[in-house]
């Protein structure tokens, strides 16, 4: 078992102890560090671990650790976790670690409230809805589960070809409300509210499971793999394949289903209130709202199952039942 996904094992077991170590993942500062420093960090983490049940320790005192134990908030072992894939140990780029998945969130953001919702054309939403889910499905496919095997063909070569289906179509759907109503003229006010404000972010959770869903729709077709708590790899499982597919797509839903709905309901009332009255300062609050809502959201969602996910024996396929008695097999879950 990789020395990443042994930490999430050993270190990330409840939601809290899960939320806090992806609060200090997530910061931005750790894209600065160098290829040289994140190989540093890995050698460090898989010296550290000595037992999947062990504590992470180090034999002797450094600069990461006092009295034998290793600070787990260093930035050195923070940047290794969120920048190192568990299953192929390459160093995943920079704008698709957990950080800079952040960052381009919050530029989306700031494009979006640029544009106020009664001056947002088709062609915008378009636009946005494609730079959105070209992202997304990019940084779907660097950091699912690398284990699954093809025999016929390539297993990267069919998420591409899946990736740019999804795009075309999760960006039309996300348009095609605005299209319509601009289509029939529905000027009533309840139109304006439903389809600019509130179905937006129901749809863009919708779609984004679905990106999630199709991309990595190999992992529940051909199976990922399976190991025991030693870390010996027991099989290949399509149930986990399937189970880890489900726990992405309802983060991700739930990560940008909460962060666009709630900003917009709470902007209702603001206008409603008329405690905003400038299309600035409304912008400015819609623009606070959203970064706030997106700022806890985001290691929430990330938080809500274990990276190193867990399936039990009983809902393993018989070949691998026969294989071994453990009780409990885990596997990479992807973000």
């Given at each position: 078992?990789?020395?990443?996904?042994?930490?999430?094992?050993?270190?990330?077991?409840?939601?809290?102890?899960?939320?806090?170590?992806?609060?200090?993942?997530?910061?931005?500062?750790?894209?600065?560090?160098?290829?040289?420093?994140?190989?540093?960090?890995?050698?460090?983490?898989?010296?550290?671990?000595?037992?999947?049940?062990?504590?992470?320790?180090?034999?002797?005192?450094?600069?990461?650790?006092?009295?034998?134990?290793?600070?787990?908030?260093?930035?050195?072992?923070?940047?290794?976790?969120?920048?190192?894939?568990?299953?192929?140990?390459?160093?995943?780029?920079?704008?698709?670690?957990?950080?800079?998945?952040?960052?381009?969130?919050?530029?989306?953001?700031?494009?979006?409230?640029?544009?106020?919702?009664?001056f947002l054309f088709v062609s915008d939403l378009s636009f946005l809805q494609f730079a959105f889910h070209s992202y997304t499905t990019v940084f779907t496919l660097l950091n699912g589960n690398h284990t699954v095997k093809g025999e016929e063909y390539s297993v990267q070569?069919?998420?591409?070809?899946?990736?740019?289906?999804?795009?075309?179509?999760?960006?039309?759907?996300?348009?095609?409300?605005?299209?319509?109503?601009?289509?029939?003229?529905?000027?009533?006010?309840?139109?304006?509210?439903?389809?600019?404000?509130?179905?937006?972010?129901?749809?863009?959770?919708?779609?984004?499971?679905?990106?999630?869903?199709?991309?990595?729709?190999?992992?529940?077709?051909?199976?990922?793999?399976?190991?025991?708590?030693?870390?010996?790899?027991?099989?290949?499982?399509?149930?986990?394949?399937?189970?880890?597919?489900?726990?992405?797509?309802?983060?991700?839903?739930?990560?940008?289903?909460?962060?666009?709905?709630?900003?917009?309901?709470?902007?209702?009332?603001?206008?409603?209130?008329?405690?905003?009255?400038?299309?600035?300062?409304?912008?400015?609050?819609?623009?606070?709202?959203?970064?706030?809502?997106?700022?806890?959201?985001?290691?929430?969602?990330?938080?809500?199952?274990?990276?190193?996910?867990?399936?039990?024996?009983?809902?393993?396929?018989?070949?691998?039942?026969?294989?071994?008695?453990?009780?409990?097999?885990?596997?990479?879950?992807?973000?």
């Open positions: 078992m990789d020395a990443n996904l042994r930490f999430w094992r050993t270190e990330g077991q409840s939601f809290f102890q899960r939320f806090l170590l992806w609060v200090d993942a997530l910061d931005p500062l750790l894209l600065l560090k160098s290829s040289d420093e994140i190989r540093s960090s890995r050698q460090l983490l898989e010296d550290s671990v000595k037992t999947p049940s062990e504590p992470l320790q180090n034999d002797q005192k450094g600069p990461h650790g006092k009295g034998g134990l290793i600070c787990l908030s260093s930035p050195s072992l923070l940047s290794f976790k969120s920048s190192v894939h568990p299953d192929t140990n390459h160093i995943t780029p920079v704008l698709c670690r957990p950080p800079g998945n952040c960052l381009f969130l919050l530029s989306s953001i700031y494009k979006s409230c640029t544009l106020h919702p009664k070569v069919k998420q591409v070809c899946l990736g740019m289906g999804v795009i075309t179509y999760a960006s039309s759907i996300g348009a095609l409300p605005l299209f319509y109503m601009n289509r029939y003229m529905m000027t009533n006010p309840l139109a304006e509210l439903v389809v600019r404000k509130l179905l937006y972010a129901p749809l863009l959770g919708l779609m984004s499971a679905f990106t999630v869903a199709v991309v990595r729709s190999p992992e529940f077709e051909n199976g990922i793999e399976v190991m025991d708590r030693n870390g010996k790899v027991v099989g290949v499982s399509k149930a986990a394949g399937e189970k880890a597919v489900r726990e992405t797509a309802l983060s991700r839903a739930a990560l940008f289903g909460t962060t666009f709905f709630l900003p917009s309901l709470l902007m209702y009332f603001v206008e409603r209130t008329k405690l905003a009255k400038t299309p600035r300062v409304l912008a400015s609050v819609r623009m606070l709202l959203i970064t706030s809502v997106l700022t806890g959201m985001l290691p929430v969602s990330l938080s809500l199952y274990p990276q190193c996910g867990e399936i039990k024996r009983a809902d393993l396929e018989a070949e691998i039942l026969s294989s071994t008695e453990e009780s409990e097999l885990f596997y990479n879950r992807g973000i």
